[in-house]
């Protein structure tokens, strides 16, 4: 059962190649491919207990985020997602630091890159 997550990666990644690039990825797409981060990483760590029953919720939170949004730059929001998933198993754990700082780690790699990816674009086209 594990590997039907790296297969729905490769499946989005497929999806992604396959779609028109976007014009402008934009903030909502990044929300997007953030909260498909984190319903899906949030099935992978809860594994076989709820993780299962939210695998389809998962395979289409990423479906519509490669709909909305089919770009890389805006796909870097999973990794937010899965620092924010992180950070709610880190609150759970009386903020335990070995849930904390990759959560924090994650968000601020993924809101960092896509801040970084915006701006190389937006000079790109100036």
Do not use: C, N
Request: hydrophobic share 60%.
């Amino acid at each position: 059962m594990i590997g039907i997550y790296p297969l729905l990666l490769i499946w989005a990644a497929v999806l992604i190649r396959r779609r028109k690039r976007a014009r402008d990825p934009s903030w909502a797409g990044f929300s997007v491919w953030t909260m498909a981060g984190a319903i899906f990483s949030f099935s992978l760590l809860t594994g076989l207990s709820i993780g299962l029953l939210l695998l389809p919720l998962a395979a289409i939170a990423l479906y519509l985020a490669v709909r909305s949004a089919p770009d890389f730059r805006a796909s870097l929001g999973f990794l937010g997602g899965i620092g924010v998933t992180l950070m709610l198993f880190a609150s759970v754990h009386h903020f335990s630091t070995g849930w904390l700082i990759p959560g924090v780690v994650f968000a601020a790699v993924a809101l960092a890159s896509f801040t970084a990816a915006e701006e190389v674009a937006r000079r790109h086209q100036s």
